[in-house]
Every structure is written in C-alpha cells, then in structure tokens.
Nanobody
C-alpha cells in the first residue's frame, strides 16, 4: 500500500521560510517522480515542482523558481520542499504526489499524471 504523508506546514510571516516533508512508503520509488502541488481556496490545484527519485532532476513552476527547492533523501524515503522568501500568495494546502516514469516535463506538471497523493498540509503566509 503506497502512502505519502506530508508534514511541516504552518503559519509564517511573509519573507519567512518553511520546509515541508513528504514521507513515502509502500513501494520502491526509484522509477517515480515525486511532485509538489498546492491548492488555495476556490482555485485549481497548481503545480509547484517535481523531482525524479533516481536522478534527482528537478523542475519548478515559474512562480516559485528561485525561492523553492525540492530535494530527497533516498535512505529515508523523504522528499523535501524548502520554501524561502514566502509570499502571501503562497498560502495554500500543499500536497505531495507520485507519478511513474518515464514522463515528459509537461506531463509531470499535470495532477492527473500522479496516481498517489498525500493528505496535504496547510501553509499560511501572513502579511
């Protein structure tokens, strides 16, 4: 049974930082990409970034490029989303998800490419 569990969300002031974690279990993820998405109230789920588990290649949405960094710890089966210079508009529920590889970069930006999802963690950025 594949399970993804996010943690690390919370309340932070604009300009601050948070690190989210995604604990993956239930299978070998070497042929998967793990993505981060977010969803604000009344909005569609939005791609944040993704990392290929084996190679560690990363891709980011333009809105977070240069501020957010995705990394993974293979030994611990953890994927991290380091968020710096947070803005009020980054407020959302953040989800991690896993998608099988190979996949194109455009495909990895689409929620429907991901078959496994975590329950989400709330990130609130105050002004």
């Amino acid at each position: 049974q594949v399970q993804l569990v996010e943690s690390g969300g919370g309340l932070v002031q604009a300009g601050g930082s948070l690190r989210l974690s995604c604990a993956a279990s239930g299978r070998t993820f070497s042929r998967y990409a793990v993505g981060w998405f977010r969803q604000a109230p009344g909005k569609e789920r939005e791609f944040v970034g993704t990392i290929t588990w084996s190679a560690g290649s990363t891709y980011y949405a333009d809105s977070v490029k240069g501020r957010f960094t995705i990394s993974r710890d293979n030994a611990k089966n953890l994927v991290y989303l380091q968020m710096n210079s947070l803005k009020v508009e980054d407020t959302a529920v953040y989800y991690c998800a896993a998608a099988p590889l190979p996949a194109t970069i455009p495909a990895m930006q689409v929620p429907s490419s991901y078959g496994y999802w975590g329950q989400g963690t709330q990130v609130t950025v105050s002004s």
